[in-house]
């Protein structure tokens, strides 16, 4: 059964900062990876999709990796700003299946 | 806004009611997804529907009764609830058509008191 870790469970960073955001995966059999990110009481945006054959991805200030054979992801969140306040959750989907195996989420505060 | 829209967003209900959250999606997709998210569990997939069939159900109990009459709305009709079934419940949409590049869209989600 797949499983998923996020470390740190929180973080608190000061504003333009360069962090470092880390998943880790169980199982390697993986379709792709999800990066989200989730408001207080909202549903979640997805930020990041790296498919099991890619190595990483670029939006704008972030950047997501994935190392599939050792089960590891990371979000780069590079200078950041106090609207990254959220929770940052990580997912991977398994081959034949739709289903989503979520992180508990790394709730992330940056600081003014 | 995401395009996939839920109601109600805050629901209080006694163990003996019955009442329905409603999904609805404007992206055209053709999955529908409903998921479970409590205090300090991860998201937990409840029912997976891909062109108005069930296509996963992941043990849930039949207290909680999925429903997809076409591919832009989906319901989740709950009765004799108990306090442990508090949580925030949310809609999700996808293509449907290719499971590798496949994102997730998801609606605020209902937050669900049951007392």
């Known amino acids: 059964k797949q499983e998923v870790t996020q470390i740190p469970a929180a973080l608190s960073v000061p504003e333009g900062e360069n962090l470092v955001l880390n998943c880790s995966f169980t199982d390697s059999a993986i379709y792709n990876l999800q990066w989200f990110r989730q408001d207080p009481g909202k549903g979640l945006t997805s930020l990041l999709l790296i498919q099991s054959s890619q190595r990483e991805q670029t939006s704008g200030r972030l950047n997501a990796s994935l190392d599939k054979s050792s089960g590891r992801s990371t979000l780069y969140i590079a200078a950041s700003q106090p609207g990254d306040s959220a929770t940052y959750l990580c997912?991977?989907?398994?081959?034949?299946?739709?289903?989503?195996?979520f992180g508990k989420g790394t709730k992330l505060s940056v600081i003014p | 806004e995401t395009g996939v829209t839920q109601t109600p967003r805050h629901l209080v209900m006694g163990m003996t009611n019955k009442k329905s959250l409603k999904c609805e999606q404007h992206l055209g997709h053709n999955a529908m997804y409903w998921y479970k998210q409590s205090a300090k569990k991860p998201l937990e997939l409840m029912f997976v529907y891909s062109l108005e069939e069930r296509v996963e159900n992941n043990s849930v109990p039949s207290r909680f009764s999925p429903e997809c009459p076409n591919s832009s709305h989906l319901f989740l009709h709950l009765h004799t609830l108990q306090p442990e079934d508090s949580a925030l419940y949310l809609c999700?949409?996808?293509?449907?058509?290719?499971?590798?590049?496949?994102?997730?869209?998801f609606g605020s989600g209902t937050q669900l008191s049951v007392l």
């Open positions: 999700a949409s996808s293509q449907g058509t290719n499971r590798r590049n496949e994102k997730l869209f």
């Open positions: 997912a991977v989907s398994g081959a034949g299946s739709y289903q989503l195996t």
